[in-house]
């Protein structure tokens, strides 16, 4: 019995008990929307992986190139850089934090990595989530 607890005591130092191993229904939302984003990238379709952002004028996305304001601005712009699937790739995200800002808005951070013929490339991006009309979507991109 002394053996199961020290090898449960020391479970608890390697994997310390986090709020992570909980995650609440819009966390859990938030993650499902990143993954939608993967999916439908290494499908080829731009047009789903788009289906993530708001759909809004407001949109913003930062890049190296700049800023591009506006949804169809953002679709024009990954559609130019990305206009086949070879140019695509596929497309990895190791998700660094996921912070709750408030009810409606959260604040993530990741890497990303694309795995192309023509040579691999990746970054860090940082979105800004906000809750609209009851689901998740991603208002701010800043990805270099």
């Known amino acids: 019995m002394r053996s199961v607890k020290k ?4 479970l608890f130092l390697i994997f310390p008990f986090s709020p992570s191993f909980a995650q ?4 859990f939302a938030v993650r ?3 993954a939608s984003q993967v999916q439908a990238w290494n499908r080829g379709n731009i047009d789903d992986f788009m289906k993530t952002y708001w759909r809004s004028d407001s ?3 930062i890049s190296r190139d700049g800023i591009t304001r506006g949804y169809e601005a953002t679709l024009h712009r990954y559609k130019k850089n990305y206009s086949d699937t ?3 790739g596929k497309l990895f995200f190791e998700l660094i934090s996921l912070e709750k800002l408030s009810p409606e808005y959260y604040f993530v951070t990741g890497k990303w990595k694309l ?3 023509s040579g691999d490339i990746g970054g860090i991006y940082t979105l800004l989530f906000r809750k609209i009309n009851s689901g998740w979507v991603i208002v701010v991109d800043h990805t270099s």
Do not use: G, H, Q
């Open 7 to 10: 090898a449960i005591a020391s």
């Open 24 to 27: 609440s229904p819009d966390e």
């Open 32 to 34: 499902k929307v990143l």
């Open 59 to 61: 949109l913003t996305f």
């Open 86 to 88: 070879a140019a695509m």
């Open 115 to 117: 795995k192309r013929s």
